[in-house]
């Protein structure tokens, strides 16, 4: 299915689903794009996570509940998905601003938040610069974290300044290691790689690995190691500071490259940013997003 009405219809199956829905693997299986892949591309594409999207559309409709004022307030905590009156009015006053009591006396105050429109609209594919490149098998080693997707914008960064400031920042400057695992991190280029892959159990999670090369020998306590098979990556360039570039070329591949591509598709559940050395804020820094394809 073509990428973009994928995204579309995956839309479609939460408005029908607003109160029912639990899990995106379910949307996943309906849309026939992997949760993982699903998760990325429909936060780039519409700017929310799912759950999200499932929240703010269900506190809309809340409010118009509340407006019409014929439920009272703990049948529309459970209706709307919250155990408790009080977690359903903090989250309430957390999306429109006012209480639900206040609300009533005045609608106005109502924050709207209608379905989503997914344009297919495709401009610029052809420009992007990459390549697709042929690798054979190559693993990785490096530290490793659990993220949410509806939380890992903002907790990846944090995860980089905790590994920089605890290992990066002394050993590039004193190439010194202290234990097996930072002169693995020395020995490896840890840092050279952000790795995303799709396998949790929870598919609200992925796990993230701050990884480099692994060229084989001893495995340090709390690193941990995984191998890409044979395959064919598309590499995007970026060119400028960090983070905007790396984000700006992501959100060209979900909107510009992926939905108009007749050669390609997904090959993984996986991705990979690489960094170059130097200054990540100057404008003439280069990075990469690494996308796992195959032909269709």
């Known amino acids: 299915m073509e990428w973009t009405e994928s995204i ?40 929310y996570t799912i759950a999200e999207y499932v929240r ?18 703990i049948e529309l905590s459970y209706k709307y998905g919250y155990d408790t009156p009080e977690s359903f009015s903090k989250a309430f006053s957390r999306f429109h601003g006012v209480t639900p009591m206040q609300l009533r006396k005045d609608a106005s105050k109502m924050r709207v938040f209608l379905p989503l429109k997914i ?12 390549i697709v490149e042929k690798m054979e098998n190559f693993q990785i080693i490096g530290l490793e974290r659990e993220f949410s997707f509806d939380t890992s914008y903002e ?46 159990a929870d598919d609200r999670k992925f796990r993230y690995l701050i990884a480099g090369l692994y060229s084989g020998g001893t ?15 598309a590499k995007f360039l970026c ?10 070329v992501n959100t060209k591949i979900f909107k510009e490259w992926l939905p108009g ?13 690489w960094y170059g050395e130097g200054d990540t804020k100057s404008p003439a820094y280069e990075s990469a997003v690494w996308i796992p394809v195959k032909r269709i």
């Open 8 to 47: 579309r219809k995956a839309v479609g199956y939460l408005e029908e689903h607003l109160l029912d829905f639990e899990e995106t693997v379910e949307v996943s299986h309906e849309v026939g794009i992997s949760w993982f892949y699903l998760q990325k591309g429909f936060r780039l594409m519409t700017g």
């Open 56 to 73: 703010n559309r269900r506190l809309y409709l809340a409010a118009l509940d509340v407006v019409a004022g014929r439920e009272k307030m």
């Open 119 to 130: 344009k297919i609209e495709i401009q610029g594919g052809n420009e992007m610069d990459y």
């Open 155 to 200: 907790q990846i960064p944090k995860y980089w300044d905790e590994f920089c400031e605890k290992y990066l920042a002394r050993l590039m400057r004193t190439k010194k290691p202290e234990n097996e695992l930072e002169e693995a991190i020395l020995n490896c280029h840890v840092g050279m790689f952000g790795v995303c892959i799709g396998d949790s």
């Open 219 to 233: 495995v340090p306590q709390g690193m941990t190691t995984f191998i890409f098979p044979d395959m064919e990556w």
């Open 239 to 248: 060119k400028g500071p960090l983070p905007g570039a790396l984000q700006s």
């Open 261 to 273: 591509n007749p050669q390609f598709e997904i090959a993984m559940e996986a991705d990979v940013e």
